[in-house]
């Protein structure tokens, strides 16, 4: 089932009297999430993405803004008559009763016609537990599961009602390295096999890049960009998004243009066509430098780092906001390692220029 | 070997203190319920046998008193579990003046028992001038008094269940409250979501998740209870067996200091009796709250 937000607000009362006014948690956000996609909500922590959630689920009502599930309005509807599945952070597994029992509760609620046996009760239990293979801990209770276990329970119990809409709260975060690996190809293996529309929220970037369709990047409760993982992490809209992106994260320089060359410090690293003339920040991936001889980038070597498939190098420039940066460089490539200068030529693909006020993304073509 | 006897010397302390004032002293109880006539001023007795509990169990003061003792402990402990559960589900619910609320409820704790007995007696009493609150509120309702503190017996037991109840409350308000505090939210946002109806959320959620709080305090409510003493001295006085509303702990008393006291080994063998009974009951609650260990 698609669902669309329409300019959504949600103001909560400042908590120190008195300031007094409202905190805008999440400000005029529009956005169509399409039928049985994955999509990654991603922010910074307090950028919204949770509250955001929680009006899709129901449990906060909006301020201004509508919500549809497929065509029908359902913003003034509470969560239990949305069909939402929701799956907290910490799981809110209910520790005095079994993984059968946990997964059979919202059953339970069903009253009228809706209403099942016992017996279609336990065959819907285990069809979801199959899905998220744990049929065969049912008569456990969760404190006997491990974090991994505990929530794919937590997932059962959401998908038992074969809700409209899944909602995952921080769905990895509780989950050691490797099993977050693990887990996050069987969210997407779960969502594929049911097909059911998937928002998720993630301060973790590699996590929502990974595994949505599409993610929406958040900073203090406006949007900042959406789109496709690889299209957002290509063409960050701005200099936000493109640090909020990428491990290591990009490098960010002071440089200027001047006749269609771009400068950093003295260096000229580029030719760039299209820009006017005038200062700008200059954003470089870290995939984004290759150690030349001749290279025009002129930076001082400070260590070489071995990481195994790819190395980095720590230099350091005058330009450079910060302390060093990060160049990842194939373990390969060979670094003089005494020598205190190292020289790169940069990938005009890698290399994003930014407005230093505004810090929109300028265009450029080489 | 050496750190063990480090630990003991460290024990060392407490267990003196306990040995000496605790332990020797319950040994000695026990001894003496079995030790016929025994004389606290010469130290003699004149015979050893089970003649001390057969005549205490005969005696029809003692038999009063353990119907009392049951009857307010059978009255009061559910009783007041289950009104403290409903104060404090309330309290959950209000937002606003929780505070000053709490504290109210919690004014009974910190009053001293005869003070509170001493508000009872305004509330209850018949004296020459006036019939008592209670009974005025009657007489307004077209009803004739009742003599709640020198009355007949189911009248006296009313005013002692709602006395104990009234004196037991806070405490297990409080215990309650906190321990509703304690469940998390989320677990009621996930019911929710659910679409989970308020009365199965407190049954299948909230009173599970509070069990072992509840067991705690009807554990401790059945031992306080079949304890009780004091709360019926400041309703009636002393002289309790004239009032027909002795306790297990008050014949104790009365058979050690009372008017008709003098009797350590009659006292002894109605004490041990208390102490079989109220372990008997501890050890079937614990059972039972074992058996429903929820998690």
Request: with cysteine; net charge neutral; hydrophobic share 45%.
């Amino acid at each position: 089932m698609k669902v669309v937000l329409e300019h959504l607000t949600k103001k909560f009362p400042n908590r120190n009297k008195k300031v007094g006014g409202f905190v805008v948690a999440v400000n005029d956000f529009s956005f169509e999430i399409p039928d049985g996609k994955m999509i990654g909500l991603l922010g910074p922590s307090g950028c919204g993405k949770s509250t955001t959630l929680n009006l899709i689920c129901g449990l906060e009502k909006p301020t201004e803004g509508k919500i549809y599930f497929g065509d029908d309005d359902i913003t003034g509807l509470p969560p239990e008559d949305r069909g939402v599945g929701l799956v907290f952070q910490n799981y809110a597994l209910y520790p005095h009763l079994t993984v059968e029992q946990n997964i059979m509760f919202p059953l339970g609620n069903l009253r009228g016609d809706k209403k099942l046996t016992k017996e279609e009760m336990k065959a819907k239990a285990l069809e979801a537990a199959k899905l998220v293979q744990i049929d065969g801990l049912m008569e456990r209770k969760p404190n006997e599961l491990s974090g991994g276990q505990q929530q794919r329970v937590a997932i059962a119990r959401a998908l038992v009602k074969m809700p409209n809409v899944l909602l995952l709260d921080e769905p990895l975060s509780n989950l050691d390295a490797r099993l977050r690996l693990q887990t996050r190809e069987e969210l997407r293996r779960i969502q594929k096999e049911t097909g059911i529309t998937t928002v998720f929220v993630t301060h973790d970037q590699e996590e929502a890049m990974s595994i949505s369709d599409m993610i929406v990047v958040m900073k203090d409760g406006v949007i900042e960009q959406i789109g496709k993982p690889q299209e957002v992490y290509d063409e960050p809209a701005n200099l936000f998004v493109a640090k909020f992106l990428g491990t290591p994260a990009i490098n960010v320089f002071e440089g200027k243009i001047e006749d269609g060359k771009l400068f950093i410090g003295s260096d000229r690293v580029l030719d760039v066509k299209g820009p006017a003339d005038g200062d700008v920040c200059v954003a470089i991936r870290p995939e984004g430098f290759v150690v030349s001889e001749h290279g025009n980038f002129c930076c001082r070597l400070i260590a070489r780092e071995v990481m195994g498939r790819d190395s980095s190098i720590v230099a350091a420039n005058d330009s450079f906001i910060g302390q060093t940066f990060r160049a990842i460089i194939s373990s390969e490539t060979v670094v003089d390692t005494s020598a205190d200068e190292i020289r790169f030529d940069l990938k005009p693909a890698k290399v994003f220029l930014f407005d230093r006020n505004t810090e929109e993304r300028i265009p450029f073509s080489v | 070997m050496k750190n063990n006897l480090k630990a003991w010397a460290y024990l060392l302390p407490a267990l003196l203190f306990l040995g000496i004032f605790t332990i020797y002293p319950l040994i000695d109880v026990v001894v003496y319920s079995f030790e016929e006539g025994y004389n606290f001023a010469s130290q003699t007795y004149t015979g050893t046998g089970l003649y001390n509990f057969s005549y205490v169990l005969r005696d029809p003061y003692f038999t009063q008193a353990l119907k009392n003792t049951f009857i307010i402990v059978i009255i009061t402990v559910p009783l007041s579990t289950g009104l403290a559960l409903l104060i404090a589900l309330g309290l959950s619910k209000i937002p606003r003046l929780k505070n000053l609320f709490q504290t109210v409820y919690f004014l009974p704790y910190v009053t001293n028992t005869l003070a509170v007995g001493l508000a009872f007696m305004i509330l209850f009493k018949k004296t020459a001038y006036s019939d008592g609150m209670v009974n005025l509120l009657i007489n307004a309702f077209g009803g004739d008094s009742v003599d709640f503190i020198g009355g007949p017996y189911w009248a006296k037991m009313l005013v002692m269940c709602i006395y104990t109840i009234w004196i037991v409350l806070p405490f297990k308000i409080l215990i309650l409250t906190s321990a509703l505090a304690s469940v998390s939210d989320t677990y009621y946002k996930a019911a929710r979501v659910d679409g989970t109806r308020g009365f199965r959320i407190f049954t299948r959620i909230t009173l599970p998740m509070i069990a072992p709080m509840i067991f705690y305090l009807v554990i401790t409510g059945f031992i306080g209870a079949f304890k009780a003493y004091s709360d019926e001295v400041a309703l009636f006085g002393t002289d309790l067996n004239a009032a027909g509303m002795n306790t297990i702990v008050g014949y104790v008393y009365d058979m050690l200091y009372g008017n008709s006291g003098g009797y350590p080994s009659f006292a002894s063998a109605a004490a041990i009796i208390l102490f079989a009974i109220v372990f008997t009951i501890t050890c079937i609650n614990l059972l039972l709250s074992k058996r429903s260990r929820l998690f």
